[in-house]
């Protein structure tokens, strides 16, 4: 009798590498956005008032979106930073963490503190 107690050992196979592409997938999110058509490299830019003019005209002249303009528009820009995590510089980070206000102000909602 074997010490496997009648149970053939499973082979474990490897999954397939993934590609630097696969790996990033919040890339693809920002780029293919079901939601929002965004403008290429938008985030990218060290204007605030051209990154929350730009989601804002996406996020209203988007009709596939779950929720309002801005919500959705406040939920790509928080997303990319977020996944951007420790690629994204400082100074960028600064420059997108004041696109917010910006969106905030274009929307009229109120500014955090």
Same mark, same amino acid.
């Given at each position: ?13 490897? +999954?397939?590498?993934?590609?630097? &592409? ?9 780029? *293919? /956005?079901?939601? $929002?058509? $965004? ?5 990218? &830019?060290?204007? $605030? #008032?051209?990154?929350? *003019? &730009? $989601?804002?005209? &996406?996020?209203?002249? /988007?009709? @596939?979106?779950? %929720?309002? +303009?801005? @919500? %959705?528009?406040? /939920? ?6 977020? @996944?951007?995590? #420790?690629?994204? *510089? ?5 420059? !997108? ?5 910006? !969106? @905030? /102000? !274009?929307?009229? #909602? +109120? !500014?955090?503190?």
């Amino acid at each position: 009798m074997n010490s496997n107690y009648g149970y053939e050992k499973k082979q474990t196979v490897k +999954p397939e590498k993934k590609t630097k &592409s696969e790996e990033k997938w919040s890339a693809e999110v920002t780029q *293919h /956005s079901d939601a $929002l058509d $965004l403008e290429g490299d938008i985030f990218e &830019s060290d204007d $605030l #008032k051209k990154i929350a *003019h &730009s $989601l804002k005209k &996406s996020a209203e002249d /988007s009709d @596939r979106k779950k %929720s309002g +303009p801005y @919500r %959705s528009a406040m /939920s790509m820009l928080t997303f990319y930073i977020n @996944r951007a995590g #420790k690629n994204l *510089h400082e100074d960028q980070k600064k420059v !997108l963490e004041k696109a917010k206000d910006e !969106l @905030r /102000s !274009l929307f009229g #909602k +109120p !500014l955090k503190g």
